[in-house]
């Protein structure tokens, strides 16, 4: 069984930066692909942000270049450096990874949230 754990998230203000992390345990033998999703209040989860092992990254147009993803194969963890936040950013942020266990299953596994506000 994997799970991935989500923190980080805060209350900023507008320009401010934070960084969350999502980390993987378990039954690990490496993470695949591991990506952030968002929801803001009263709207759609979207996707902002993907990242392989290999270290291929991929951003959410509304995000680029105020946020980066990368990648800790060693810790089994990704982090999300989000700067310049506007609160149009304010949602909860989740992890979703795709991972193989020791078994050589793939398993797709869900972080529980972690709110990320941003003041103006």
């Known amino acids: 069984q994997v799970q991935l754990v989500e923190s980080g998230g805060g209350l900023v203000q507008a320009g401010g930066s934070l960084r969350l992390s999502c980390t993987a345990s378990?039954?690990?033998?490496?993470?695949?692909?591991i990506n952030w999703y968002r929801q803001p209040p009263g709207k759609q989860r979207e996707l902002v942000a993907t990242?392989?092992?290999?270290?291929?990254?991929n951003l959410a147009d509304s995000v680029k270049g105020r946020f980066t993803i990368s990648i800790d194969n060693a810790q089994n963890t990704v982090y999300l450096q989000m700067n310049s936040l506007k609160p149009e950013d304010t949602a909860v942020y989740y992890c979703n990874g795709l991972v193989k266990v020791v078994t050589g299953v793939l398993q797709l596994s869900w972080g529980q949230g972690t709110q990320v506000t941003v003041s103006s």
């Open positions: 378990g039954d690990i033998f490496n993470i695949k692909t």
């Open positions: 990242i392989t092992n290999g270290g291929s990254t």
